[in-house]
């Protein structure tokens, strides 16, 4: 029989535990905390504790409880997590028979506060001896050299995070109990997630003042005679002025300079379109210029996060994720860095595989080195790259989820470019002129010639682009051999109508790269500020941008107007700067955060701060008033009365027009788009609520009175019910949406009762003599059903085909073979949510009702829907995030991953690859450590 183990390594995951324990031999037992063990308390209940005064030590008058004792240099009231207490008891228990303690849990702060409260909860005895492992890959290689140097628990580090977690709580805490009760319930506030709100919200504003300007261009095409190859030309100047392009006009729609350019009217650009056609072009002016680009330095976490925003259409917590398992399989170094250096072994191994792979041609001379800009990068001691062996992301494709492989392959891409040569090219402008009425008219041509790929022979940027950018590269082209004093042929030419467009939404990736250019948060952290501000109401995220809810605009107004210190980019970035000095030993916490909370000690100029948190609170909640925090103004009506958008505390947003005496009020849904709410779209409404409500007939067979009301999601018919339906809790009223071609001002008791005349029996069919029912109003249009069969009307007027419907063509429709895939045949049971943005093949996600409760499907995995979400309010986004997890969850339990388009799909041998995905997303994997000790 085998020894027992006589040492014990802690981490904090289950995957990197099990890739570990198989590195090491067996007088190791690898055990895992899964994540943080334990955190601030929440409530005086928490703090197991005899004496009330003690209790009290973590209040604080009017901000109430918080978890730490601001008198006493701060102390923090940690207390263990309740779902925590088993897994440490299980960790206590294996202790008492091994001599050594291997504390190996992540190389960052978080990592060490686990280390530090895994030591403080454990209490090993004398004869134990403590170790701290560190390790950048999980590889033999890699472990075996932390083991030959273990080192101790950094204390600073472990400073620093207590410092950042109890500022968090300080602040969050009391600015999100004001917001919830005097905004909107549930909504949050913080240090890092409030300036990343107020920069969604301000983006939008910039939208909703956006005026858009439309300006005409003259685009076409020409060529030298006798030759093939024509090539794009435009028009850039009249004379000496330029011709208008986007740029050119301000955000209210305005030239910006008055002289010197050229806003294009219709009748002078046909005019001009006409005299350049009908003569040859000179060729005045050839300008050659070579260029370079340079590769990219390896990935660091923000940057990884932005590149597979923009090339891969990953959000930020996928990437993550990704990246995580990629880690803890031994496949890449650790994810959270801020890093770009590559050890020397990892430059070896680079330059060796691009040597052998793409020959010595592209190698770069030189070893390239970079230098990390990032202040206080300081937490890690290498780029994110390849692990080990630096496998072909080929040798592993049949191994990792599509989400896996993508992100290794972009890592595996971005390693090997960083030691490449550059990229060549020579960029060639050609000026063309022409004549009218003795006025120059200038084109221009442009064209790239790539004379050496270089780098992007491996892996090529992506980068936000502004329209203008947009607008100029589509006018490059491969160019013919030219010689200044030729004339060339105009074969196509068309005056174009363009339109200014307002600034781009944020998207994951670009806020990323913002948050980080501003020294706001740390790269670790990015993910689940993003997530905070999601899940609490504060923005959506829709076609991979960020948009802010009203809710949002009302959090942003009370920390303007009251907390402005929290909204403030250079007070945020300030706040990592300070919480990098902690790390480093050279500031100490307790001092930094007396002078956050109380203010300045009187002659103390280390910090701008002049009045503490504290005060600032204390002042605020006497003066907070949450219905002027909550109202966003839109306009004016014609007829003088203010419109706007107020937040309601329990029940979201709704449009209100005050004369200043009476409102009216209407509902709206919690998604809506705040720059689509325009004083058009919002008097619409509000006029469709004044027609609604009111009699418009009386119910063929019920002889009950038919309303028309303005609902949330639009218009549409009731029947009144009676006193004692009212009383019967189950009942619900018959509705009825309006029809395309009916209007609430003017809608009749025909249309009322030909809306409410749906579902229609037509008979029964023949074959089983279940009824057949025409549906005027499902997912998709109008359709017919029988029993689970159905079958969607296609005509080019859907509502008049339904309404004309007979049971001869309803039969014809249902023996039609079902055109979609399972449970396709009820689309009353499903909601087509979109295409899956991150797959060349476009698979359509699906939102069904199964046996066992509601799914999504991409027709190839499936995934449940977790049962504390409401299945209504599933987005795209959602689904993807469900399908991605189901998919590792498969992966992980040795199922085969999707294969490419064409060939059949493996079934996996395993039997246990069957995992539900009801639990909460941000906590589904359990070889992800908690997000919420990594919030900003």
Not at 381 to 395: K, M, N, T
Request: contains cysteine.
């Amino acid at each position: 029989m085998p020894d027992a183990p006589s040492k014990l390594v802690i981490v904090e995951s289950p995957t990197k535990a099990a890739t570990i324990r198989k590195l090491l031999d067996d007088s190791f037992e690898v055990e895992a905390s899964v994540g943080h063990i334990r955190d601030l308390a929440n409530k005086k209940s928490e703090i197991k504790t005899n004496s009330s005064d003690r209790d009290n030590r973590y209040s604080d008058g009017a901000i109430g409880f918080l978890g730490v004792d601001v008198e006493n240099d701060f102390e923090p009231a940690l207390v263990v997590y309740d779902n925590k207490k088993s897994t440490l008891r299980e960790l206590k228990r294996k202790l008492k028979n091994v001599s050594e303690l291997y504390l190996a849990t992540d190389e960052d702060r978080e990592g060490e506060a686990i280390a530090a409260d895994l030591l403080d909860e454990l209490k090993p005895g004398k004869s134990v001896a403590v170790h701290r492992l560190v390790f950048h890959e999980i590889t033999k290689d890699a472990i075996k050299h932390a083991l030959e140097n273990p080192g101790e628990i950094d204390r600073n580090l472990v400073e620093a995070q207590r410092a950042r977690r109890i500022m968090d709580r300080i602040y969050g805490f009391p600015t999100s109990m004001l917001a919830h009760t005097r905004i909107r319930q549930r909504v949050a506030v913080g240090r890092v997630q409030s300036p990343t709100t107020k920069l969604i919200v301000d983006r939008e504003i910039e939208r909703m003042n956006y005026v858009s300007a439309e300006y005409l261009g003259i685009d076409g095409r020409a060529k030298k005679e006798n030759n093939e190859l024509d090539f794009k030309i435009r028009l850039v100047a009249i004379g000496d002025e330029q011709v208008a392009v986007a740029r050119d006009f301000n955000a209210v729609g305005s030239l910006i300079k008055s002289q010197g350019v050229r806003w294009l009217k219709e009748a002078e650009a046909k005019e001009l379109e006409q005299v350049i056609k009908s003569q040859q072009l000179l060729v005045a002016n050839i300008v050659e210029k070579k260029g370079i680009a340079r590769p990219k330095p390896p990935f660091i976490t923000s940057t990884l996060q932005q590149a597979a925003g923009r090339k891969l259409r990953l959000s930020s917590r996928r990437t993550m994720d990704a990246a995580q398992r990629l880690f803890q399989n031994g496949h890449i170094t650790y994810m959270r860095t801020d890093s770009v250096t590559l050890s020397a072994e990892a430059l070896t191994q680079t330059r060796s595989i691009i040597q052998a792979e793409y020959g010595k041609a592209l190698l770069s001379n030189d070893v390239r080195r970079y230098s990390t800009s990032t202040s206080g990068a300081q937490e890690a001691h290498e780029a994110i790259r390849p692990a080990g062996g630096f496998r072909s992301p080929q040798s592993l494709q049949s191994s990792l989820s599509r989400d896996d492989f993508e992100v290794y392959n972009l890592i595996w891409q971005r390693t090997l470019a960083s030691q490449m040569i550059n990229q060549e090219y020579i960029d060639t402008r050609v000026s063309l002129n022409a004549t009218h009425s003795a006025t120059e008219l200038k084109l221009t041509a442009s064209g790239r010639v790539i004379t050496e790929p270089g780098f992007t022979s491996v892996y090529t940027e992506t980068t936000t682009k502004s329209t203008e950018d947009q607008e100029l590269e589509s006018e490059t082209s491969i160019l013919p051999a030219l010689k200044e004093g030729e004339l060339l042929k105009v074969t196509a030419l068309t005056v174009q109508l363009h339109q200014t467009t307002p600034p781009r939404r944020w998207t994951e990736a670009s806020i990323i790269e913002k948050l980080e250019s501003e020294g706001i948060g740390r790269p670790s952290t990015y993910t689940s500020i993003l997530e905070a501000i999601t899940k609490r109401g504060a923005c959506i995220r829709r076609n991979n941008t960020l948009i802010p809810t009203f809710t949002g605009f009302a959090v942003v107004n009370m920390l303007e107007k009251h907390f402005p210190t929290l909204v403030d980019l250079a007070f945020s970035a300030s706040i990592e700067k300070e919480l990098d000095a902690i790390a480093t030993g050279t500031a100490t916490k307790s001092e930094w955060l007396r002078a956050l909370y109380f203010g300045n000690v009187e002659g103390d100029e280390s910090t701008k701060i002049q009045e503490g948190f504290r005060s600032t609170f204390e002042t605020a909640i006497e003066e907070v008033a949450g219905r002027e925090l909550a109202t966003i103004a839109i306009g004016t009506s014609d007829d003088g009365n203010d419109i706007g958008v107020r937040v309601s505390k329990n029940y979201g947003p709704y449009l209100f027009q005050s004369n200043g005496e009476d409102e009216i009020t209407v509902s709206i849904p919690d998604d809506t788009i705040p720059d689509e709410v325009t004083i058009e779209w919002a008097t619409k409404r509000i006029n469709e609520k004044l027609a609604g409500d009111r009699q418009v007939g009386l119910d063929a067979i019920s002889g009950k009175a038919i309303v028309v009301k303005a609902g949330r999601f639009g218009p549409y018919f009731e029947i009144v019910a009676s006193d004692l339906e009212l009383e019967d809790s189950t009942f619900k009223p018959r509705r009825a949406g309006l029809w395309p071609h009916m209007d609430i001002n003017t809608v009749s008791e025909q249309d009322a009762q030909l809306a409410l005349s749906f579902p229609k029996e037509l008979g029964f069919h023949p074959d089983n003599g279940s009824s057949v029912l025409a549906i005027a109003q499902g997912p998709y249009g109008p359709y017919v059903k029988c029993d689970t069969e159905s079958r969607s009307i296609e005509a080019e007027d859907k509502f008049q085909a339904v309404r004309e419907l007979t049971l001869d063509a309803a039969l014809k429709l249902l023996a039609k073979p079902k055109t979609r895939g399972r449970n396709q045949q009820n689309p009353s049971s499903k909601k087509e949510l979109g295409s899956r943005p991150d797959t060349q093949d476009k698979q359509v996600v699906l939102h069904l009702t199964g046996r066992f409760g509601p799914y999504v499907t991409d027709g190839e995995f499936n995934a449940s829907v977790p049962k504390d979400r409401d299945p209504g309010n599933i987005t795209l986004d959602d689904a993807v995030d469900l399908l991605v997890i189901r998919e590792a969850k498969i992966v992980a339990n040795g199922g085969v991953t999707r294969k490419p388009k064409g060939k059949t799909k493996a079934r996996s041998s395993k039997k246990n690859t069957k995992v539900s995905a009801n639990t909460n997303i941000t906590n589904i994997l359990s070889d992800i450590p908690t997000t919420d000790q990594r919030s900003g």
